[in-house]
């Protein structure tokens, strides 16, 4: 089995508990949602593809654009698009877990996770939904001879998928790295539904992965989403899932994103949960590989 991927760079986490850290990012390729909501009308009627994302695929842009780092930014739906719709899977890498590490390890200032200096480079496991079928292929990934000295892996899930027994048993007797779950349910927002996006036995499934660490971040625009998230988290608390509440401002443009920062801010400080900024979208924009 080869990993199926779009991109793996290295940035700053731009989001969540490390906003600031160093960290190498691999983004697999599928996801069980589409998103195609965000920042677009509530009542609008769904359609297989988010309108921006339909555009592009009338346009052939998926078969005249040579490099996934060259296809279009969108600013509707889902912000990594050519992620999860098949159309664009052709101009996502296939590789193995020996390949995988290769890249990974060539994107880091020394070519290994912890430098000379006692610091150490993030991996952050993002997507699409990176704990889809590519579960099976992450012990080999992380037990590999030239993973041995990272210290730290987030998994930034949409927290609907359980994980695999092998996967969990390795997860539950290593203790070389930490692993932190960014867990980030989509809201009506996104337009996924309540029923498969709020998975409180998901959240509690990966809670309880020994020595893990847990948050959940909400994307939101407006009061609506707020009231969502009171309700969501509720049900989280409800499952026995308690931990630390952060809220995301909606906008993959600095344009949108500066519209509800404040407002947001404010919110997090009315009700006691934490603000995250979209760090990545203030230092570089919206872009690929960042
Ligand atoms: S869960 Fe994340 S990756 Fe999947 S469609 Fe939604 S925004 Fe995109």
Same mark, same amino acid.
């Given at each position: 089995m080869k990993l199926h991927y779009s991109e793996a760079f290295y940035s700053v986490?731009?989001?969540?508990?490390?906003? #600031?850290v160093p960290s190498v990012f691999l983004r697999t390729f599928g996801c @069980? $949602?589409?998103?195609? @909501? $965000?920042?677009?009308?509530?009542?609008r009627e769904k359609s297989r593809y988010n309108p921006e994302v339909e555009e592009l695929i009338k346009r052939q842009v998926h078969e005249t654009t040579?490099? $996934? +780092?060259d296809l279009p930014i969108i600013h509707? #739906?889902?912000?990594?698009?050519a992620s999860i719709y098949? +159309? $664009?899977?052709?101009?996502n890498m296939q590789k193995s877990v020996d390949e995988v590490v290769e890249h990974l390890i060539s994107l880091l200032p020394e070519g290994k996770w912890t430098m000379d200096n006692g610091q150490d480079i993030h991996l952050i496991m993002t997507g699409?939904?990176?704990?889809?079928?590519?579960q099976r292929l992450y012990v080999e990934l992380f037990e590999h001879p030239k993973m041995q000295d990272l210290k730290n892996v987030t998994f930034e899930t949409n927290t609907t998928q359980h994980l695999h027994e092998d996967f969990v048993n390795y997860l539950n007797t290593q203790n070389r790295f930490e692993v932190t779950w960014s867990c980030s349910p989509k809201l009506s927002v996104s337009g996924e539904p309540w029923d498969t996006a709020i998975k409180p036995d998901v959240a509690r499934e990966y809670s309880t992965v020994n020595g893990s660490d847990l948050y959940l971040k909400f994307v939101v625009a407006d009061q609506n989403d707020v009231d969502e998230v009171g309700r969501a988290v509720n049900a989280y608390r409800e499952a026995g899932v308690e931990c630390p509440v952060y809220l995301m401002p909606m906008g993959g443009r600095s344009e949108e994103y500066s519209l509800n920062v404040q407002e947001v801010a404010n919110l997090c400080m009315e009700r006691g949960w934490r603000f995250t900024p979209r760090l990545h979208i203030s230092l570089f924009g919206n872009a690929w590989g960042t």
């Open positions: 986490q731009g989001e969540g508990k490390f906003v #600031g @069980n $949602f589409r998103c195609q @909501n $965000f920042g677009l009308p509530r009542d040579e490099k $996934f +780092e509707t #739906g889902c912000d990594t698009y098949p +159309e $664009f899977r052709h101009l699409g939904e990176p704990l889809l079928a590519w």
